[in-house]
């Protein structure tokens, strides 16, 4: 498989991760007691427990195949004497700026 679709493949499924647990975690939450769609509280909480360990694994491989991007966007910034939180143009990072009136 091509390295672009290993990292589509990758974003998707880390997406629809998210999306479960998102899901899972407030059904978790505000489902207090007794089933939770026709599904116990231990099974979910089971599940949800294991699809954010997966998740967790697939951060860490994302970040380690994005590694070189990542390096190379942080060496530009620093090159050109910049913070990461700053925009375009500013040497004043955006969240020390004088609101606008």
């Known amino acids: 498989m091509k390295r672009l679709s290993i990292k589509?493949?990758?974003s998707t499924?880390?997406?629809l991760l998210f999306s479960y647990l998102a899901f899972s975690g407030t059904l978790l939450y505000f489902g207090k007691t007794g089933l939770v769609m026709g599904i116990t509280r231990n099974t979910l909480r089971e599940t949800h427990f294991w699809v954010a360990l997966l998740e967790t694994l697939l951060?860490?491989?994302?970040?380690l195949?994005?590694?070189r991007l990542f390096l190379q966007e942080w060496k530009h910034l620093a090159a050109r004497g910049r913070s990461p939180n700053t925009r375009s143009g500013d040497s004043i990072p955006a969240s020390q700026e004088a609101p606008h009136e």
Request: without cysteine; positive net charge.
């Open 13 to 15: 499924l880390l997406l």
């Open 65 to 67: 195949i994005n590694r």
């Open 8 to 10: 589509a493949v990758l």
């Open 59 to 63: 951060i860490l491989v994302h970040l």
